[in-house]
């Protein structure tokens, strides 16, 4: 059985461009697509085997960064996206003629807010930061890839230099933890 892990790392990796400007995203439509400008390079891009995060259709693996919030700008056809889920505490924006997500946002009191979640394989633009990890590796099992073949897919992504979690990456984690701690007065703030 042969599977993608996603089209942009299959092939291997893409280094960045550490001066990067940034660049545009563009939804799949044919027309009218919908455009989001990002100024300067995102942060923190890696792979996700999550089921949340939008994927190219065929690929085991989403490919996500972050950027600040007031660095990314809808610029064409924004009415035509929509909210995936109102309650999630990523509110995703997709494009609701072709479903590609353009940006999430966190609304809520989170460690990462101020933060959009993004897919650069939506621009036409090169340099952006390569995936730097690989994210809930083992949540690809529930979306009905084989087990046994789990420890394989992970062998790939070391051998593409990326480090596999099961959940996010230890910087992130402890990030997400330290904010926890603070908010409930564990460690000072
Ligand atoms: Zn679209
Ligand atoms: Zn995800």
């Known amino acids: 059985m042969s599977y993608s892990l996603h089209p ?3 092939n291997g990796l893409q280094a960045g ?3 990067f400007a940034g660049g545009k995203l ?6 009218d697509k919908v455009e989001v400008e990002i100024k300067g390079n995102v942060l923190h891009n890696h792979a996700c085997g999550c089921s949340k995060c939008w994927k190219p259709s065929g690929a085991l693996f989403s490919i996500v960064a972050v950027v600040p919030t ?18 999630a505490a990523i509110q995703r924006h997709a494009c609701s003629q072709c479903g590609v997500h353009l940006f999430g946002r966190i609304v809520t009191d ?6 959009d979640f993004v897919h650069v394989e939506l621009s036409d633009s090169k340099g952006w930061q390569e995936p730097q990890f690989a994210a809930f590796v083992s949540s690809i099992i529930e979306q009905g ?12 992504l070391n051998k593409l230099g990326l480090s596999t979690y099961d959940a ?22």
């Open 8 to 10: 942009s790392i299959d």
């Open 17 to 19: 461009d550490p001066n």
């Open 168 to 189: 996010l990456s230890p910087p992130l984690m402890d990030a997400l933890a330290t904010y926890n701690a603070k908010k409930s007065g564990k460690l000072s703030a």
């Open 70 to 87: 007031d660095n990314l700008k809808v610029t064409a056809n924004g009415n035509k996206l929509k909210i995936v889920d109102e309650s």
């Open 145 to 156: 890839f084989s087990p046994d073949k789990a420890p394989e897919v992970r062998e790939k």
């Open 26 to 31: 563009y939804c799949h439509c044919a027309s």
């Open 110 to 115: 989170h460690a990462f807010k101020g933060l």
